[in-house]
């Protein structure tokens, strides 16, 4: 999971954008919720993975008004967590509006909660602020920033472009599209020393052996320095290919994310990821 209101992004690109049918002005024109289910087979974080494999499901709802103030929530359940019930959840709320012709702004702001000892590489930091330009012309090219902050705060600064590309129809009122896209994540890792000691607890907890951490047994004065400046992080290419009708999507998407030598999460240089998701919206 990226910052976990990553879902808002999709809404709108995947299920407004993909109607097809004289329905398309009059959705886009009132306000609409919209339902997704999700599952991924790692869990991402700017291209950045825990230490061990985070497979999980979630479902998400957005309802956004016609002013374009919006309102989100999200659960989300690890599949390798044993314990029961929901192992993350979010509420968040924002505005998106036009600023030009072709430049939309996004500011939000989202709330997360997590399970004691969460796994999860930003559960140090259940606040998370975004503010977000998109520029659309016959690419979309945008810059997003990110404050999270929480028991620790980190800074991120993301630069995007993207394509969306109708490849062929199956019926009158669908459209198959891909959306291939490119960004390069910069931010400060404060987020890290929190999660080695977290994990030290959770494994001391379950009775494991103490092992070096991602190659890290302690920190390091230089390691304190490298999680508190500002460097690039990952490089990411995602692929998403989706069916799409007036009021649902199905799209599954390919990651692959290649860690710069600044990445704390030394796990490889090299992470891939894989998420299948189903948006519905009223």
Excluded at 121 to 130: E, F, K, M, R
Excluded at 139 to 147: E, F, N, P, R
Excluded at 177 to 201: N, W
Excluded at 247 to 270: D, I, M, R, V
């Amino acid at each position: 999971m990226k910052p976990i209101l990553f879902i808002i992004a999709v809404f709108s690109s995947l299920v407004c954008s993909a109607q097809t049918d004289s329905t398309a002005d009059s959705i886009s024109s009132k306000s609409a919720l919209t339902l997704a289910a999700i599952y991924s087979n790692n869990a991402s974080y700017y291209g950045q993975r825990a230490a061990e494999n985070i497979p999980y499901a979630a479902l998400a709802a957005n309802y956004e008004l016609k002013s374009g103030i919006y309102f989100t929530g999200q659960t989300y359940k690890l599949l390798n967590d044993q314990t029961s019930g929901l192992s993350a959840g979010s509420i968040g709320a924002g505005v998106n509006f036009k600023a030009g012709k072709k430049l939309t702004t996004d500011i939000s702001y989202s709330h997360s909660f997590y399970a004691t000892y969460s796994p999860l590489l930003q559960a140090a930091n259940p606040d998370n602020a975004t503010l977000s330009f998109s520029y659309q012309n016959w690419i979309t090219a945008s810059v997003t920033g990110d404050y999270a902050f929480g028991k620790t705060n980190d800074a991120f600064v993301t630069a995007a472009i993207s394509k969306q590309i109708s490849l062929f129809s199956i019926g009158k009122k669908d459209i198959v599209t891909i959306t291939p896209s490119a960004d390069v994540v910069g931010g400060t890792q404060h987020f890290y020393q929190s999660y080695i000691k977290e994990k030290k607890l959770r494994d001391s907890i379950l009775g494991l052996l103490p092992v070096p951490i991602l190659g890290q047994q302690n920190a390091s004065h230089s390691d304190s320095i490298a999680t508190t400046a500002f460097n690039v992080l990952s490089y990411n290419f995602k692929l998403p290919l989706a069916y799409n009708r007036a009021h649902y999507a199905l799209e599954a998407a390919y990651q692959l994310s290649f860690l710069s030598s600044h990445a704390q999460t030394s796990t490889g240089k090299l992470n891939s990821f894989l998420t299948f998701s189903f948006y519905y919206q009223f």
